[in-house]
């Protein structure tokens, strides 16, 4: 594309004639937000943006740069929210752009089916967050001193040199318990969940060493919900918070998120 012109700045699919106009600005903070029918059943949220703004050399810059990305991220996801409000949707990836209406209606016509089927499955659904936060140092703490302590006895007939080792012995099978222990739980977790949800998504986790308040990352999942399970849903979460906080393990819910994570494989978006 040549960087000179405009393009269409791709939102979301969503239902034709049940959305709002939008009041969100598109993702410059400026240009307005339309509504572009592609069938009696189907509509495309797009904006305009310059080309330049995310192809070419100088946008590989800006799309490495937070405080570039991020305020055009907000409004991206303002917009898709508030259609969301109105319809059901298809959020595509951030920086989805089109040469032309044609190109764009091109597009759709080689999806339609896959978008279509799409939003009739997560009619009056949403996207919630789960992750689980996890004091491993503070678990295997705790773990470690209630073998000692049911070792007591035991320990205090040993010479210092075998109770050294054995104490050892004892830290190292903590940590294996714990593992297994982490695994296990995760799995009656994420039963429990799953039987509320009408889709599940098992994540990739931060990479992000421990928070300063020792916590890691040991979970993330994604789960499609209706509105008429969100309460058991929350039971859920808070009922797992009340068995396994003591032991170390914090679940975080969060949402309702457009189903970015449920939205089908489609080719490359982006016109030549």
Known sequence: ?????????????????????????????????????????????????????????????????????????????????????????????????????????GFVEQHRGTILSFLQRVTKCGEWSVKGLFDRKQALRALTSAHLEDMTKLLSTMSPGTRHFAEQRISRDAETELRQWLEQTCRIVASGLTACAADFRECETSSQAPSESGLEEVLNWAFLLTGSAIAQFREEVDQANRDYEPQGLLLRLSGPWPPYRFVPALSEAVAP
């Open 1 to 105: 594309m040549d960087n000179d012109e405009a393009a269409l700045y791709l939102f979301c699919f969503a239902r034709s004639g049940v959305v709002s106009p939008v009041q969100a600005t598109g993702v410059d903070g400026q240009s307005a937000v339309a509504i572009l029918q592609q069938s009696p059943d189907l509509c495309a949220v797009v904006g305009e943006v310059a080309r330049e703004d995310f192809c070419g050399p100088e946008a590989e810059r800006h799309m490495q740069q937070l405080d570039w990305v991020a305020p055009r991220a907000v409004r991206n996801e303002a917009v898709i929210e508030e259609v969301m409000a109105w319809s059901s949707v298809l959020p595509v990836p951030f920086g989805t752009l089109f040469s032309s209406q044609k190109a764009l209606t």
